[in-house]
């Protein structure tokens, strides 16, 4: 049965269609109090839901994150101003490195996902000896979950780092500073509702979650 969230994202599809032919001030400025009130304001709720759902299914407190519409342009050669896309983000609170989870929705993808970002020095080192030791069990996960490799984080190293061999079986884990899995929503997920879907989703991917958490268990 829908939970209502379909028809939210039936109305950002349309909405964020429309704003990638028309990414200007004026084309918001005109539509902005639908996009708050039939996307941002409902997809908040959905965030604070799965906020919960999270914390269930891990244990931890999880704390939620709509992302905003508006994009950081100062560093990009697109200056357009608006994200045609929604996403969110539940992460463990606190500055220490953990394990997050993410949705994303647009109008030619909707997916779940989780991983560790922007992985450096301590955390990065961290990170690599988790591959080395378990990168087969990461594996594992991704091939029994259906999930893959995400484009997320920043982009990969050319070459294995050191003190890895060139040829190490996980070369394309090492190569990277930021670990993310993704599984597209099956199809079907309207007449199921949003929020049960994700739900049915989130265990497929807790085993990868788990390996992560044991090297990044984010505030003690």
């Known amino acids: 049965m829908s939970d209502g969230f379909a028809e939210m994202i039936q109305r950002a599809n349309g909405f964020f269609t429309k ?8 084309f918001f400025e005109a539509h902005k ?25 891990t244990g931890k407190l999880h704390a939620p994150k709509v992302f905003r519409i508006h994009r950081d342009v100062r560093f990009s050669k697109d200056k357009t101003p608006y994200n045609t896309h929604l996403h969110m983000m539940w992460s463990q609170p606190g500055d220490a490195p953990s394990p ?3 949705f994303g ?10 991983g560790v970002m922007n992985l450096q020095k301590e955390s990065l080192t961290a990170y690599r000896s988790m591959i080395d030791r378990r990168g087969d069990d ?3 996960v991704m091939e029994t979950s259906g999930a893959r490799l995400s484009d997320w984080g920043p982009e990969p190293l050319k070459r294995v780092p050191k003190p890895y061999d060139q ?19 099956p199809d079907g997920w309207q007449d199921k509702g949003l929020l049960k ?11 990868a979650w ?7 268990p984010g505030r003690a």
């Open 100 to 102: 997050a989870w993410f």
């Open 105 to 114: 929705s647009a109008p030619d993808y909707l997916l779940l996902g989780m």
């Open 167 to 185: 040829d190490h079986p996980h070369a394309e884990f090492l190569k990277r500073k930021a670990f993310a899995l993704t599984r597209d929503l």
């Open 138 to 140: 990461l594996t594992e």
């Open 33 to 57: 109090d639908t996009y708050t009130s039939e996307i941002r304001k409902p997809a908040e709720l959905l965030a604070d839901l799965v906020a919960e759902d999270l914390s269930r299914h």
């Open 197 to 207: 879907t994700l739900n049915a989703v989130i265990p497929t991917l807790l085993p």
């Open 210 to 216: 788990t390996i992560l958490h044991e090297t990044f």
């Open 19 to 26: 704003l990638r032919a028309n990414n200007n001030r004026d």
